[in-house]
């Protein structure tokens, strides 16, 4: 939980938004020592540094920097299991009335996708809940099994549970505990966001799968070409710069932690 928690929180100066709130403080407060170019450096530090982030060349190269390293396959499996990463998914709690899908919900349709396709006879669905960001009833992996099984008539007897892992390395470690306890292979098709895909594999290998990457909800086109309007900021533009930037820092941090 401990690990949970300073990933979430320590790290939020480490963003663009934080970084840049950061620089406006402590513009404020060199501004109020009368340390006027100080302060000034700070402000003009913390505009340059949304400005970048914001727009779509520097987010585009963070973002493809990720999703390069594993293309999409034409054809995927046969392996002995599926292992779908959650975070696709909103768990059903007031307003809503059913399980819901996010930006990332192309993970839960590419699992069903190849499940259909017949690349894997079962799914494995690894996500617990991380209450200090959103309290739910259910975990993340039980709101997909249920998307899976309304809304694509998978059988539930084919999708297994694993409901305590926090990040991508419980990922790979409960996963692996509960193919353990069932005598399954550890020969996996994994799927989750091709952004997240290279830190995943890294940890999944690390702990002694075989795997076969199935990345979805790809971010950036390719190839693409640079556009006037690519100099304007935009919130979807410093959102992916974000998400990019979170893993870069977590293969660092996994790195540094022996964790891959």
């Known amino acids: 939980m401990l690990m949970s928690y300073l990933s979430n929180f320590l ?4 963003y663009p938004a934080g970084f840049a709130v950061l620089c406006i403080a402590a513009g404020i407060v060199a501004l109020l020592a009368q340390r006027r170019k100080t302060g000034l450096a700070f402000v003009i530090l ?4 949304l400005y970048g982030f914001s727009t779509g060349p520097l987010s585009y190269r963070l973002v493809r920097g990720l999703e390069e ?9 046969p392996a002995p299991s599926i292992v779908l990463l959650t975070g696709g998914e909103i768990p059903r709690m007031p307003p809503r009335l059913y399980d819901e899908i996010n930006g990332a919900g192309d993970r839960i349709l590419y699992a069903a996708r190849l499940f259909k396709q017949g690349a894997a006879p079962r799914i494995v669905i690894t996500g617990g809940n991380l209450d200090f960001i959103r309290t739910s ?3 993340q992996a039980e709101a997909s099994g249920r998307l899976l099984c309304g809304l694509f008539g998978i059988d539930s007897s084919r999708i297994l549970l694993e409901t305590k892992a926090r990040n991508t390395w419980e990922n790979g470690v409960y996963t ?4 353990d306890s069932l005598h399954l292979p550890l020969n996996i098709i994994l799927v989750t966001s091709a952004m997240h895909m290279p830190r995943a594999v890294q940890v999944f290998r690390k702990l002694g799968f075989t795997i076969e990457p199935a990345p979805a909800n790809f971010v950036a086109d390719a190839p693409r070409r640079p556009k006037v309007i690519d100099l304007f900021p935009s919130a979807a533009a410093l959102m992916n710069s974000s998400t990019a930037l979170h893993e870069w820092y977590g293969m660092a941090a996994y790195r540094l932690l022996g964790r891959v």
């Not at 913390?46 to 540094?49: L, R």
């Not at 390293?69 to 499996?77: I, T």
């Not at 692996?176 to 193919?179: D, E, K, M, T």
């Open 11 to 14: 790290a939020l100066p480490l």
């Open 46 to 49: 913390s505009g340059a540094v």
């Open 69 to 77: 390293r594993y293309p999409p396959l034409p054809h995927v499996g």
């Open 176 to 179: 692996r505990r509960l193919l």
């Open 137 to 139: 009833a259910s975990s």
